[in-house]
């Protein structure tokens, strides 16, 4: 069971992720759902990762049924391979770590694509995150796989309030972005 902390209003909530009553009862309150959920990769795992791609079915039936129509999500970047992707992602941290989860990551950004038309979505793909302090520079975005001339890691309050601002602004609608802080 997948167990996550929702922030609603002032209150903290503790939900099965994947419970869709829970979530539903939960998003009557709410005008949009931001997604930041992950699960950390492991080393040559055989274990198929299934949480963005399932959780996300999850998520936008419960939107759906609670009438909001905003979601906010990130995923990563590369999350597909495509020509121009860095060589050491492609074959050092796919193959090694990373694999399973950008696959199932490029399995989530396919659904919204083609099954929620019907929602407004934003999918950002960020390159590494850190912990520091926001860096107080502008983010850049691109409809791509990775933002070329940025730095490979943002601090994660950099990625929350490029976040908060697709919440307002209708700029990234119903797209799939990279994004990141320039070098």
């Given at each position: 069971?997948?167990?996550?902390?929702?922030?609603?209003?002032?209150?903290?909530?503790?939900?099965?992720?994947?419970?869709?009553?829970?979530?539903?009862?939960?998003?009557?309150?709410?005008?949009?759902?931001?997604?930041?959920?992950?699960?950390?990769?492991s080393w040559l795992s055989l274990t198929?990762?299934?949480?963005?791609?399932?959780?996300?079915?999850?998520?936008?039936?419960?939107?759906?049924?609670?009438?909001?129509?905003?979601?906010?999500?990130?995923?990563?970047?590369?999350?597909?391979?495509?020509?121009?992707?860095?060589?050491?992602?492609?074959?050092?941290?796919?193959?090694?770590?990373?694999?399973?989860?950008?696959?199932?990551?490029?399995?989530?950004?396919?659904?919204?694509?083609?099954?929620?038309?019907d929602l407004d979505f934003t999918v950002?793909?960020?390159?590494?995150?850190?912990?520091?302090?926001?860096?107080?520079?502008?983010?850049?975005?691109?409809?791509?796989?990775?933002?070329?001339?940025?730095?490979?890691?943002?601090?994660?309050?950099d990625v929350a309030k490029f976040m908060?601002?697709?919440?307002?602004?209708?700029?990234?609608?119903?797209?799939?972005?990279?994004?990141?802080?320039?070098?």
């Amino acid at each position: 069971m997948t167990m996550v902390h929702a922030h609603i209003g002032e209150g903290v909530l503790k939900v099965n992720i994947l419970n869709e009553d829970d979530l539903t009862e939960n998003f009557k309150q709410c005008d949009v759902v931001i997604s930041c959920l992950g699960t950390p990769p492991s080393w040559l795992s055989l274990t198929p990762v299934t949480l963005y791609l399932g959780s996300m079915k999850v998520i936008t039936s419960a939107m759906r049924k609670a009438g909001v129509k905003k979601v906010v999500r990130m995923s990563s970047m590369c999350s597909k391979s495509e020509p121009g992707n860095p060589v050491w992602v492609e074959w050092v941290l796919k193959p090694l770590t990373l694999g399973k989860l950008l696959q199932n990551m490029a399995q989530m950004e396919d659904y919204l694509t083609s099954q929620c038309s019907d929602l407004d979505f934003t999918v950002m793909r960020p390159p590494g995150l850190k912990n520091d302090p926001s860096s107080g520079k502008r983010n850049d975005a691109c409809e791509s796989q990775f933002l070329a001339g940025a730095d490979w890691s943002m601090p994660r309050r950099d990625v929350a309030k490029f976040m908060l601002s697709c919440v307002v602004d209708s700029l990234w609608l119903k797209k799939i972005i990279a994004i990141g802080v320039p070098k």
